[in-house]
């Protein structure tokens, strides 16, 4: 019997890489989409720092290109798609908004066309996000809290959102989405506030650089661990009937408290490396986004496993790993 087989676009990012990992554990055959460029090696590091690099195939395309789409999934014939990809840094959005638009956007109509015409029997996950809630209009966002985004990010977020939902209407696909609140890991990019902080604390404990600057230290975030949140990927495409899900851990902390635990993590003082630039302010910032992952906990099963103070702490460990440094002693080892 052949395994099953899987599809994931955006297969080389953080996400990705997790989820390729849980999917190869439960005997998935998994391939991922991939567009070659002179850094295709380099853009590859997340699937072997989980030692899954040969495991998994790499196939040619392009989200942008129906075509490369249409002929993967005809060759292929995947029983599940994930579809991952997108120019996901909120920031890089309002310097590249066009390109935001046709990947972010666009390309989930690609995906959902070529999925629709070639292989309709496959179940497909959007990952959308809550970036979508933007101004927030609920104190705590749920499925049905209206959406208000505030970044060219969140607007074709929603795009792609709709259209999963458009398509779930019109043609009966087996089509659901993610809205995922923040998720990180220590295979997050060195972009994202949690990874460039933790890189930075990581730099400092080793004496390479002394400061950090940060711009809103009092924005909140539900924030979670990638590997929580990609298991919630996978659980909605084995419902008999597909959703929407609001994936979070139900809790806020401010990218001041981040930083509070990882400076003590290292045995520093937050106080004497982090320093506020306005120039690193969001043109139209989202202060606090706070989810109510109830649904999925009853739909789904689903409930986060690691707290935010391990999830911090992890990615500080692998930084200092990275920079040949020990990470510090956990207080039960010391006994």
């Known amino acids: 019997m052949r395994k099953r087989r899987a ?16 999917l190869l554990d ?49 060759a292929i014939q995947p029983g599940e798609v994930y579809n991952l990809a997108a120019q ?10 066009l390109l935001t638009g046709r990947v972010t956007g666009l390309g989930v109509a690609n ?27 609920e104190p705590v966002q749920s499925e049905h809290t209206p959406f208000y985004p505030r970044s060219p990010y969140g607007v074709a977020k929603l795009y792609g959102h709709w259209m999963t939902v458009n398509y779930r209407e019109s043609f009966r696909m087996h089509a ?3 809205i995922l609140f923040n998720h990180e890991s220590p295979l997050r990019g060195i972009e994202f506030v949690t990874r460039k902080v933790t890189d930075a604390v990581a730099r400092i404990k080793c004496g390479r650089m002394q400061t950090l600057q940060l711009g809103n230290l009092d924005a909140r975030r539900d924030w979670g661990h990638a590997k929580d949140y990609v298991r919630a990927m996978w659980l909605m495409l084995q419902q ?45 910032e989202v202060d606090v986004l706070h ?14 496993s690691i707290t935010f103070e391990a999830l911090i702490r992890e990615m500080v460990d692998a930084d200092l790993q990275r920079l040949g440094a020990a990470p510090p002693r ?3 080892q010391a006994a």
């Open 7 to 22: 599809f994931i676009t955006g297969i080389t990012g953080q996400d990705g890489a997790y989820l390729a990992q849980l």
């Open 26 to 74: 439960k005997d998935y055959e998994v391939f991922g989409l991939v567009r070659r460029s002179s850094t295709s090696e380099v853009n590859e590091y997340r699937l072997h720092w989980l030692g899954i690099g040969a495991d998994v195939h790499l196939v040619d395309g392009d989200l942008t290109d129906y075509t490369s789409l249409a002929r993967l999934m005809r």
């Open 88 to 97: 996901s840094f909120v920031k890089t959005s309002w310097d590249q908004p």
């Open 111 to 137: 995906i959902l066309e070529a999925v629709r015409l070639e292989c309709p029997a496959a179940r497909f996950y959007q990952a959308s996000s809550s970036e979508m809630f933007g101004l927030v209009q």
């Open 176 to 178: 659901s989405t993610g």
């Open 240 to 284: 008999p009937r597909p959703g929407d899900y609001v994936v979070a851990t139900g809790e806020t902390h401010s990218v001041r408290d981040m930083c509070r635990i990882a400076f003590a993590h290292a045995g520093l003082d937050m106080a004497a490396h982090v320093v506020v630039d306005p120039l690193l302010l969001r043109p139209a």
């Open 291 to 304: 989810g109510n992952p109830a649904k999925a906990g009853t739909h789904l099963g689903w409930a986060p």
């Open 330 to 332: 956990r207080k039960a």
